[in-house]
């Protein structure tokens, strides 16, 4: 399966993006504060059509897809997620298997048990959202994307407000559903986090593709100090690197 954006362009924020995603991979998008990161991934996700250029998933036009196919296909977790309802943890993350024919069934009821355990959310379940601390709100908004059981997850900055213990456990989640198969596309601004976990890294700079490739590649210190203009050195073995800083 592939998700690609060909010459996508918005005006201001992307111009003339061309990458095909693979499933099975875990693809890490990284670059400076405005350079196009949010604006690409809500292009992937079908949810901002492009001014110019088209976004595939497969060989067909993904704005062609039914919404509520594409629903079930593409997961999304934006940036800064608005919760409209004071529901229940529980309620918010089975609103994940809307865009299923399913619910309530046993398959609907074991996604939203294993969406809730992976975020450890499973003793919060009963706890209006408006109750929740900033990390565990985001975990019950990952876990509802979870829930969709989705071929592509697509999430942006997921890591931001998470402790080190679930930052660590939602890694390995996302390493666990691209080892399944499925495709992973994350916005990070941790570098080191991109460079020991993705399988690839796609730099973006000014609504530009700066680099494209493995980590240690697309990472590399060149590359720091071209795109955020910083001189970084990589420290530490491959898997545990860690960027220092001047
Ligand atoms: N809805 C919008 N309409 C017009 N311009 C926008 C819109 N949203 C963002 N922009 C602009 O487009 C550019 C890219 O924004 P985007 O949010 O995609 O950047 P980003 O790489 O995700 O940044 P950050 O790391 O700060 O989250 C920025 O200059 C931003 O000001």
């Not at 405005?34 to 088209?54: D, F, H, N, V």
């Not at 989640?173 to 690839?200: E, I, P, S, W």
Request: charged residues 20%.
């Amino acid at each position: 399966m592939t998700l690609s954006a060909q010459d996508v362009t918005l005006a201001g924020r992307l111009s003339g993006v061309s990458l095909s995603l693979r499933s099975g991979e875990l693809t890490a998008i990284c670059g400076p504060n405005g350079a196009g990161k949010s604006s690409l991934l809500a292009c992937l996700a079908g949810l901002t059509a492009p001014e110019a250029g088209t976004v595939l998933l497969d060989d067909g036009k993904l704005a062609a897809i039914p919404g509520a196919m594409r629903a079930r296909r593409i997961g999304y977790l934006p940036q800064s997620p608005q919760i409209a309802w004071d529901i229940s943890v529980e309620v918010l993350v089975s609103l994940g298997r809307l865009p299923w024919p399913d619910a309530p069934s046993e398959t609907a009821r074991a996604a939203i048990e294993a969406a809730l355990s992976a975020m450890d959310m499973g003793h919060l379940r009963h706890r209006p959202v408006s109750r929740l601390s900033g990390g565990e709100r985001a975990r019950t908004l990952m876990a509802r994307v979870l829930a969709t059981r989705p071929d592509w997850l697509l999430a942006d900055e997921p890591l931001a407000s998470l402790d080190l213990a679930h930052a660590s456990g939602l890694i390995r989640c996302f390493r666990d559903q691209a080892k399944a198969g499925h495709g992973v596309v994350l916005v990070l601004h941790d570098l080191a986090c991109a460079m020991n976990h993705a399988d690839r890294v796609v730099v973006l700079d000014q609504g530009h593709i700066a680099a494209d490739g493995p980590p240690h590649e697309a990472l590399n210190e060149d590359v720091i100090a071209r795109v955020w203009g910083v001189n970084g050195r990589w420290l530490g073995e491959p898997g545990f690197r860690a960027l220092s800083l001047p």
